[in-house]
């Protein structure tokens, strides 16, 4: 990942790197397209960083344990003391949120630091967070966002409309002092943002958005404070300045240890009547993992090995030394992302030849992933647009081998070659998919690598197939961006079609939540019917604590729903004691 991000940083000041590198995407798309592509890059280290850097996730039937909310009727916890956290990496961007690119462990650190204006329910609603309520207009073209009242950052400044206006308008791209290209994308549809009271802000957009709060409920999206927003590069991203109910106290970059304390004037009210959190202290800890918490090491860890949670976590748990937290049904889609920008699988035939040829599910057992659930689409269960049964190609073993050989036999090639990512279960994935794939006539060529070469295969659509995933979400419009077209950085197969388009306008252009699963379950069929990418799994993560340290999504939200529970997209550290 720090490879990458150096390969990254290269390109982006260097515009003639930037042009070797996106030589043959640039030559495809319009010419604005070149800058989105340095952004894009710094989203694939997120996804292959932070996912297929440990691209395992597994199985519940070993005795992991329901996540626990920790409603208000709860027993009330101790309060006091320090817990250390092991992540897989802290983020070489840092925390300045406009630019940053964070992984789902870099979240959780983030959703200490920092509170979003939104955040998602347990139904899959954006529930107002740092808003205190939101409407639109009748078109949705209008936004009405008002704040809550008396919250306060870490360095004692006031939360009010204009800082808020400062944030979106960083997202957006309209603040000059900060590159917040892979977010200038995701909200370009935003026209003005306008403070029309202290707390109150209105949001216009180009076009009718209904789930404009769904996409702003993520904890890369918290609201930074006018002096982090302000400061130089250096200064924004490695000095946070959140509203969370932690703030840094040491980074040690060496090291790799981030420690934040608690933040004494938190807005949000603990059930015993004081603030939120019940903790003093959380030290985050890179690169520790469970091993880790086995010797004693740390207390917490967030991971998403499936092989790990199938196996010795499966057993720590049976033996009582540890409680893993899993999730399943709002877990993040793994596939085998395909060029279609050259051969093979720029044949629809061919893609639908290597579908038919996976057994999906005993590709799953042989690497030992647990019982996840087989994806025939890329919405997870527990989302809009999820269907059990969308169309997509099952095994059919006589029907590719027919395909294959009508393919060459014609004059094409059955060769391409599969990356992934090296010294994961994405490796032994690839492996299997090789030996599936060629039983059918394909010619398969496994190529373990870097993240950085990944990365660079990636923005310049330099590769045929790769093992890939993208973030889940409850709500498909905060994950439209990997799907759409009309230079779309992170489309990385070049799968762009006009009814794809079609379908994510009408899903953000209603509030009704009927007419947009309608928009996203056609939308899903679609995908079936032209196989952009071949569906694997979808890939539960699990937070892995020692016993008695309360609960690792709680508590209610400040609305009263219960809170979403997707270990996938980090998790709050509110209600976590320490054991």
Known sequence: ????????????????????????????RSPVRGPYLAAAAVLVVALIGGTIALANRGSDDAGTTEVDVGTDDAPAPARGGT????????????????????????????GALYDPLFAFD?????????????????????????????VTFHDGSVLDAAVVKGNIDAWRGADPNRMAVLQTFRFQAIESVEVVGDLVVEVTTEEPWSSLPAVMASPSLGIMARAQLNGDQAACANEPIGTGPFALESWDHAGGTLRLVRNPDYWQLAPD????????????????????????????VWTDSATGIAGPLAQMEASGSVVVDVTYETAQPAFVLLNHSAGPFDDLSMRRALAMSLDRAGLAAQVGLGDVVIADGPFPPSGLGHLADTGFPGTDLDAARSIVADHVGAGGSAAFDLYAA???????????????????????????AKTAVIVDNAIGANFQAAIFRNPASPDPDQTAIYWAGDVNPVNFSDFEHPTVDELLARGRSTADRSERAEAYESLNRFFAEQVPSIWLWFQPAAVVTRPGMGSVVGPELPDGALPATDLGSGHRLLAMTAP
């Open 1 to 28: 990942v720090n490879d990458a991000w150096d390969s990254i940083r290269t390109r982006v000041a260097d515009p003639v790197q930037q042009n070797v590198v996106m030589v043959d995407r640039a030559a495809r």
């Open 83 to 110: 817990i250390r956290y092991g992540i897989p990496d802290l983020p070489v961007s840092g925390f300045c949120l406009p630019e940053a690119q964070l992984a789902t462990d870099d979240e959780i650190v983030a």
């Open 122 to 150: 347990a139904e899959g609603s954006a529930s107002p967070y740092l808003a205190e309520s939101a409407s639109s207009n009748d078109d949705h073209t209008m936004w009405t966002i008002t704040l809550r009242s008396g």
């Open 422 to 448: 090296q010294g994961t279960d994405d490796e032994a994935v690839a492996l299997a998919i090789e030996a599936q794939a060629e039983a059918v006539g394909f010619e398969v060529t496994v190529i373990p």
């Open 273 to 300: 009547g004081e603030a939120y959190p019940y903790l003093d202290a959380v030290e985050f800890v890179s690169g520790a993992g469970p091993a880790h918490l086995a010797d004693s090491q740390v207390d917490a």
